[in-house]
């Protein structure tokens, strides 16, 4: 504890108010104190003792961490933990449960926001139709890794144009998360990979702030918790299995572990190198969660064409398929979804990134019959084609 918790910061005065917490430990924040109060409580030659700041600043560290710099206070909360040589077969045993085959790569982005906080890393999301996965678990055992430096966030909270509660902060974690609309995975696509923010508080001017946060989602939603398209790289899904046997006491198990499991963070060697902005690479951090969710974001016209296509080269039994836009049209009117040739010229182009022959040719086109029935014919046309192995890793069943 401080000796003398008040500071000046320019021209105001502040308390450092310690407030105990139902585990038993105390939360400290800075709270505006009057210049007559501290006067009354301590007296008059009590002022000149108090620490002088120039202003507020945050600059995040885990491992040397300075509360004065260059004659600013450091708002970042410095970790509680007395590191020691240990340990820790409770935080192995739980990080295979959440990191499963990846655990290495859970490790590293452990120690990255231990040892190094402004590196920038992947969205975390750990989602699960099962209860009982231990996600909840997760959080709370980060909150009492990184102390003050995560909070927690709702759906409504991210969203609001206020965020002086959390724009400081190292973790942001949103539990239950539902982002149903784009321009929510576009803030935080954005706010994953920037240095700068914009504060904004309730009666206060917006600010620039630099901005280390890191997200981590949790969902119950494995299929559509967020709207992201097939070429995202910033997400790195986990599909989180329900833990066979229930331990009551087990969170309080991985909080006893935490200084041997930090010391181990500080000394191991991570096991993958520094090659992308986010430290891992896209392939690194590809799942198959990721790719469900993927593939259950895309649009029902893509779904339903690549349905037909899929059923026309099953019952064909041929690999692939030449289309003309107008073909694909011609096939989704008799479905009754509505759609045009421009949507369906991205959907080619852009969406499955197709390449059509540069002039008219000759190519096998699709027919589907009234009664259902598929035959192909000859026709000319700037064709696309499309291959079977390719819809069967973006749309086929699980």
């Known amino acids: 504890m401080i000796d003398i918790p008040y500071i000046r910061v320019g021209t105001c005065y502040y308390k450092l108010v310690r407030i105990p917490t139902i585990t038993g430990q105390f939360n400290e924040i800075i709270v505006p104190w009057t210049l007559e109060a501290i006067r009354h409580d301590h007296g ?12 507020f600043t945050c600059l995040p560290s885990h491992t040397h961490f300075k509360r004065k710099c260059h004659g600013f206070y450091n708002t970042y909360a410095p970790l509680p933990h007395k590191l020691k040589e240990g340990t820790f077969p409770y935080t192995l045993k739980f990080l295979e449960h959440i990191f499963g085959e990846q655990m290495n790569l859970g490790l590293d982005y452990l120690q990255l926001l231990y040892k190094s906080p402004i590196q920038v890393l992947p969205i975390l999301c750990l989602v699960s139709k099962e209860r009982s996965t231990g996600k909840s678990t997760f959080l709370k055992w980060m909150k009492a890794l990184f102390y003050n430096n995560m909070t927690y966030l709702t759906n409504d909270s991210f969203s609001s144009q206020f965020n002086a509660d959390w724009a400081n902060k190292l973790l942001i974690c949103i539990d239950e998360v539902l982002f149903n609309k784009e321009e929510l995975t576009e803030r935080i696509k954005y706010l994953s990979t920037t240095n700068i923010n914009k504060l904004e508080a309730k009666g206060k001017d917006k600010r620039e702030v630099e901005f280390f946060g890191k997200f981590i989602l949790c969902s119950n939603n494995e299929d559509n918790f967020i709207k992201i398209d097939s070429n995202e790289t910033r997400f790195w899904v986990l599909k989180v299995p329900s833990l066979k046997k229930e331990e009551t006491r087990f969170l309080e198990h991985l909080e006893t572990e935490i200084p041997s499991f930090l010391y181990h963070l500080l000394h191991r060697e991570l096991t993958t190198p520094n090659t992308t902005r986010m430290w891992f690479t896209p392939t690194q951090i590809r799942t198959k969660a990721l790719e469900n969710l993927m593939q259950n974001n895309r649009n029902r016209v893509e779904k339903e064409l690549a349905s037909i296509v899929l059923s026309a080269m099953e019952t064909l039994e041929i690999e692939e398929i030449h289309l003309c ?3 694909a ?8 979804i509505k759609t045009d040739l421009t949507q369906l010229r991205q959907i080619l182009k852009k969406d499955w990134k197709l390449v059509n022959q540069e002039n008219s040719m000759s190519y096998r086109k699709l027919m589907i019959w009234q009664d259902g029935g598929m035959g192909l014919t000859d026709t000319k046309g700037r064709y696309y084609t499309i291959q079977k192995d390719f819809l069967e890793q973006y749309f086929g069943e699980e």
């Open 44 to 55: 008059k030659s009590f002022i000149g003792t108090i620490e002088k700041y120039d202003g």
């Open 325 to 327: 836009p107008l073909d």
């Open 329 to 336: 049209l011609q096939w989704l009117t008799r479905t009754r």
